[in-house]
């Protein structure tokens, strides 16, 4: 959600405690870390990704800075994405995303789950990363795995539902959104109803 104004300038105090601490204690990787997310939060993602390297640097296994950094670069992509179609639109031309774009989030959502192996959202994002690199055999296991961990974790039900809609599984996807339903994401009724006439 948007900050308040409030909250903005109290994110920025914060970045000029932790920037001092920093200076104090340049290879203390939770300062490192603190500081990330108060420029992730005030939308700095720059700065953000360069602390959360420097995090990786002091400590190789801190598993949040791996797991916070792919999320910043997928919400990059994904915002390069929108500006994409924007052009699209400008000037009549389609420029889709390389997997490539990709491969910097996947490697960092990988060391999550060697150094984390039970972080449920390890798996899930994965798993929407391996859908956007159109890897479905991948993010199919990634989206089991995540609930297996926790069987109450919606979103995996619908993305797994709709992942195998597209793969042409409509019955299994079908089962999956009517899960999602179930546990509260009533958005996927809507998808049902769109899916319900077609043959598997």
């Not at 990787?29 to 997310?37: Q, T």
């Not at 597209?166 to 299994?172: C, Q, V």
């Not at 899960?179 to 043959?199: P, S, W």
């Amino acid at each position: 959600t948007p900050l308040t104004e409030r909250q903005v300038t109290k994110h920025f105090a914060s970045i000029d405690e932790q920037t001092v601490a920093v200076v104090n204690n340049p290879n203390d990787a939770d300062k490192r870390f603190a500081r990330s997310l108060d420029f992730y939060l005030v939308q700095d993602w720059d700065n953000a990704l360069e602390d959360l390297t420097q995090t990786i640097l002091c400590d190789g296994e801190y598993f949040l800075a791996y797991f916070n950094r792919a999320i910043i670069r997928y919400k990059q992509l994904e915002f390069q994405k929108a500006e994409k179609r924007y052009e699209e639109a400008e000037v009549g031309m389609k420029m889709l995303p390389k997997a490539s774009d990709y491969n910097l989030i996947r490697r960092d959502l990988d060391k999550v789950v060697e150094l984390a192996p039970d972080f449920v959202y390890a798996y899930y994002n994965r798993a929407n990363v391996a859908v956007a690199m159109n890897d479905y055999r991948s993010a199919l296991a990634d989206y089991d795995k995540a609930i297996e961990l926790d069987p109450k974790l919606a979103d995996a039900y619908f993305n797994r539902g709709l992942t195998h809609i597209y793969l042409g599984n409509n019955k299994l996807g079908i089962q999956d959104l009517s899960k999602a339903g179930e546990l509260g994401l009533y958005t996927a009724y809507n998808v049902i109803k769109r899916f319900t006439d077609r043959k598997e």
